[in-house]
């Protein structure tokens, strides 16, 4: 019933939002609009001085709303807010997901459908790209407005170019070349190992994984059955290829116990050459850093994902759904307004205020061009990381990141390949989690050395399978015809 209810009321809003968006609230009684978001405290002073620019710049196109943050509950987020929403007892017009925690919250009807109102947009459809797009199709309860955020490697320019292997690298970059850009990097000194990651392997696959040949995460064997690719042929090399880095002193030896900010840390001290970013937003963070901590000479440049006759890919990425986004809560009594705030903030005055900040807070406009205030605190937006339109914004401004992030977002998007994952039923979830503790149990050992994949694959297969992956193949028969 409610999620029947949720969508008769999100046609109606698709029928009337255009023409009432100019018609929320009033002077005297504003709309009163909360929002959660992760890292993002009621009382936070950025947050406030948000609060505060978007709803008099709503008020300058008749749209009165009061809106404001809420604080998180206690405890992990990804953990407790999932929880919180299902329980009801967490309050908010507006939610923020990330981790791939929504999925229950949208079965049970807590969630609105998104795509109505997106449909219905005046700005918010025009700043989305494809993946976005495809995204909101197969999964319309998490909508989000960002370039794809795949993994990039990323190392000093200044010590490239001491390196008469980086434009034989940059030109042609295969394995064997970034082989040997690793060799000489060590050989000359200029750092105790090449390759920094934390916590697992996984962001490597980014820089590799399409060279070896895995890339979409289900694969069709030659019986007709559809497969994950961590038990793939090619998915076995991956590893061997990890293991021989590892073994030749190309990988940080304590990789698996490193946090993000001790490899960080390891990256801009010069003890590691290559940190593996997300790209955009996070790989702007790490160029900007490692000029503070190292000079200008030391801006980071951004190396290409490693290509072979089985392809080159940063990594396929997922359509079936956002990893993280906004939504709309479905228990919502404002959601005209809340989706008001949703569409001005892809507005142009929206993009300023979600990509540069809050004017007097972190910017000034001089001459009309935005001039960031010195000292100000760094500002992450609050709901579009999206690069589309900024041509239309009232301002001039410097892009919102520097060289090295907005290349890993052209990188991106050239070796861009759509995944072909599924969001798999509730009923799986135990299943899966043990298979893929299983895999990362297993790639830890061959990695460094306890297994190997001559003699330990078909025994690492075998219990795969029987942790459930017969049965998950049976239900993926089902749905990838």
Known sequence: MKKLVSLLLALAMLLSCTAALADIGTPDAPVKVT????????????????CKALN??????????????????????VEVM??????????????????????????????????????????LKNIMYAHNTARLENHPYLLAAAPIAVFSPVIRKDWVAQLDSYETLMADPTVDNYLAFFKELKDKGLCEYPICVYGDHSRLDSVFGAAFGVTTTLVKTED??????????????????????YADGMIDPEYL???????????????????????????????????????????????????????????AVDVSKEERGRVIS????????????FDFMASPEGRVLDLYGVEGY??????NKIVPIEGAPDWYGVFYDSLIGLENIPYEADAPMGEAGLTSLDIASEYFLADNAVNLPSEYSAYWDAMISLFNEYAVDVIRGDKNTDSDWTAFVEAWNAAGAEKISEYLGTVME
């Open 35 to 50: 929002m959660l978001l992760k890292d993002m405290p009621a009382d936070d002073p950025a947050g406030q001085a948000f």
């Open 82 to 123: 999932p929880l919180a929403v299902i329980n009801e007892v967490l309050k908010a017009d507006i939610l923020y997901f990330q981790g791939n925690t929504d999925s229950t919250a949208a079965e049970q009807g807590f969630l609105e459908d998104m795509k109505p109102y997106v449909d219905g947009s005046q700005y």
């Open 56 to 77: 008099e710049k709503m008020a300058e196109q008749g749209m009165y709303v009061d809106f404001s943050f809420v604080d998180a509950p206690a405890g992990k987020y």
């Open 330 to 341: 479905a228990d919502s009594e404002v959601k005209e307004a809340a989706f008001a705030i």
């Open 362 to 367: 972190h910017y000034n406009i001089v001459d």
């Open 224 to 245: 007709g059955k559809w497969v994950y690719k961590y038990v793939t042929d090619e998915m076995k090399n991956l590893l061997a290829f990890y293991a021989q880095l």
């Open 257 to 315: 116990t490193n946090t993000w900010d001790v490899a960080e840390e390891k990256f801009y001290s010069g003890k590691a050459a290559m940190l593996i970013g997300k790209t955009g937003a996070t790989i702007n963070v790490y160029d900007n850093s490692m000029q503070a901590t190292n000079g200008a000479d030391a801006a980071l440049t951004v190396l290409p994902p490693a290509k072979s006759e089985l392809g080159q890919y940063c990594a």
